[in-house]
């Protein structure tokens, strides 16, 4: 929140955390939903400013990304994510 955009290469890890809203947010983003095993929960594309997400039970953690990331990548349900440097 209180800026204009996400970066392109950037993200940003929000845990714990089961739920997000876009209030006071000025751009749209995708967000994904993790286990504590970084295994993929459920992928919201392109959720716009004033929105908010359900809770998701199973998600320990969410990563949030600029807006068409999800689609581009092809993540999915059921992924595991590995943030380590190539």
Do not use: Q, W
């Not at 929960?41 to 600029?66: F, M, Q, T």
């Amino acid at each position: 929140m209180g800026t204009d955009s996400l970066p392109d290469g950037e993200g940003l890890l929000l845990s714990p955390c089961n739920s997000i809203h876009m209030f006071g947010m000025k751009y749209a983003i995708d967000v994904i939903f993790l286990d504590k095993e970084l295994v993929v929960v459920d992928v919201l594309e392109n959720i716009a400013p004033g929105k908010a997400s359900r809770v998701y039970r199973k998600a320990y953690c969410c990563l949030e990304l600029p807006a068409g990331k999800v689609n581009l990548t092809g993540t999915t349900i059921g992924d595991k994510l590995d943030f380590r440097n190539p």
